[in-house]
């Protein structure tokens, strides 16, 4: 396993945009796929992006397509998501979380990792 902690949360307006970093210890983060999830108050944890280990295939849920992209840097054992065009119903805590697998996981079950969280706050 690998540990993850998350920075780059915050409140911003709708319309802002937001960069969220994940560095993760350990020499094999190269090996996991690599996934952000959210969750707001009194709902379930939500799939937003996953990229392969490789960073080479990346997916998104449908409410964040065009808007987020998640993307890689193997060297420096940090996954980012950088998020655009915020609006308030992307208000959650963001957490990363990272997996042992060849494809992109999007359910929560195939994730062995996770960090603690980070805020993120879009007001209207």
């Known amino acids: 396993q690998v540990q993850l902690v998350e920075s780059g949360g915050g409140l911003v307006q709708a319309g802002g945009s937001l960069r969220l970093s994940c560095a993760a210890s350990?020499?094999?983060?190269?090996?996991?796929?690599m996934g952000w999830f959210r969750q707001a108050p009194g709902k379930a944890r939500e799939f937003v992006a996953a990229?392969?280990?490789?960073?080479?295939?990346?997916y998104y849920t449908d409410s964040v397509k065009g808007r987020f992209t998640i993307s890689r840097d193997n060297a420096k054992n940090t996954v980012y998501l950088q998020m655009n065009s915020l609006k308030p119903v992307d208000t959650a805590v963001y957490l990363c979380?990272?997996?042992?697998?060849?494809?992109?996981?999007?359910?929560?079950?195939?994730?062995?990792?996770w960090g603690q969280g980070t805020q993120v706050i879009v007001s209207s």
């Open positions: 979380a990272a997996a042992g697998r060849k494809w992109v996981p999007t359910t929560t079950d195939e994730y062995d990792s």
């Open positions: 350990g020499r094999t983060f190269s090996s996991y796929a």
């Open positions: 990229i392969k280990w490789s960073g080479s295939s990346s």
